[in-house]
């Protein structure tokens, strides 16, 4: 998986003389050339809200107590929440929401399977840091959109999605038991590759890879350092 | 799992010299008497539409198709939704959900586990047939609870689980797999069993298990007539 989306971009090139403190306010959301269209924007991060629900409605499943399973059941029905707000918004622009997250689907599954915890408390860490990384991800990305569409869509994705919920959850998995911190350490570690490859397969490449590498390059840089924030929360090393 | 509620009820015997017309009409929602408290119906079929929304999340990890899976969700947020509303009365009556839920936790479960389908289609139908009979009775039974909070419990309970949804899919897969429908057929006639013994577990029985054995067998009649009228929809022989 490393870009759904591989074509010519057209590139005004405008000479720049914007002063310093302007440029660089300019590449904090400098993926505004890679993003994709609305409809691919809304497609996959559709897709992927559906893909999160299904990870957590097997944590649902595997919760070990009854107020367990109510909470995930509560953060679930988060999830689905952004996935039909999405699939309307893709509605509301005249196309069939199942048609146009179908290309998305064999890379998503593949991404969801990889990501499958082990147990219970892997299958949190995992809808935690999945869904806090792409959402974040894809707001960021959303600002390359133009319009009302985009703008709420960017509003949708940054919902909660009850991060603060798994947080307790996992917290108290830890605290009952020293030995799962490590393993949840390393399964962060595991995570956060495979979560990256989403997120970059969702860019628009141009012709001049350097170029787009070099406006990337920031924007993953700061989403890996909240990464960090969300695993130093549980007292996880990243 | 006979009945959770096995106490004594205070009877006030008083003479009774209705019209039949109107006798036969009291009948209809004779279970009445056999209501447990509102607290108790609240936390029984709150946690029941937990479990229901349980199974509906293993029915979108199994969906073979994206169009499916995105259905499946969204009959799956509906039964979500009835949880949550359910759960919402529990603690607007000043009780934890959790706590409360919990004495019906373990039955219900084996209900659930005793219900699940071998693959797909079974467990739609699963899905289709214990909502559809179970939330009808809780309706029913709810018919016995006083009070605006009672009646928000079964406005609550009278929303649309998605059988529309369901049956298309199932009738979806009927069309495309002739053995599928006897295999079903089978399947449904399984499911009844198990569900009427959840309902009937949900009454408060008395000191006088034949007048309340009266009472009960008109309601079970027409719940198993609807059943019926359920698997006639799919064309399957109840």
Redo the contacts between chains.
């Keep these: 998986m490393v870009s759904w989306f591989r074509r010519a971009r057209e590139r005004i090139e405008v000479p720049r003389l914007t002063p310093r403190s302007d440029q660089r306010a300019t590449e904090r959301v400098d993926l505004a050339e890679l993003t994709p269209t609305l409809e691919e924007f809304l497609a996959l991060s559709a ?1 992927l809200q ?1 893909s999160f ?2 990870s957590l ?2 944590a ?2 595997q919760a070990p107590t ?2 367990a ?2 909470v995930v ?2 953060v ?2 988060r999830t ?2 952004k ?2 707000k999405l ?1 309307a918004e893709i509605a509301r622009l005249g196309d069939d ?2 048609d146009v ?2 290309p998305f ?1 064999e890379a998503v599954e593949r991404f969801r399977l990889a990501t499958h915890g082990a147990e219970w408390h892997e299958t949190l860490l995992t809808c935690y840091i999945t869904t806090g990384f792409l959402d974040e991800f894809f707001v960021r990305l959303g600002a390359g959109l133009r319009g009302e569409a985009g703008e709420r869509a960017v509003a949708i994705l940054k919902a909660d999605s009850g991060a603060d919920e798994l947080v307790s959850l996992l917290q108290a998995g830890i605290d009952a038991d020293a030995k799962l911190a490590s393993r949840l350490a390393m399964w962060g570690r595991r995570l956060v590759g495979d979560t990256m490859l989403v997120a970059r397969s969702a860019l628009v490449m141009g012709a001049d890879q350097d170029s787009d590498e070099a406006r990337i390059e920031p924007v993953f840089t700061e989403l890996i350092a909240m990464h960090t924030r969300r695993m130093d929360v549980l007292g996880l090393t990243a």
Tied chains: 1, 2.
Excluded: I
């Design positions: 897709y559906l629900f299904e409605g097997d649902v499943s009854t107020q399973k109510s059941a509560r679930a029905g689905l929440d996935h039909e699939a929401p199942v997250m179908q689907v």
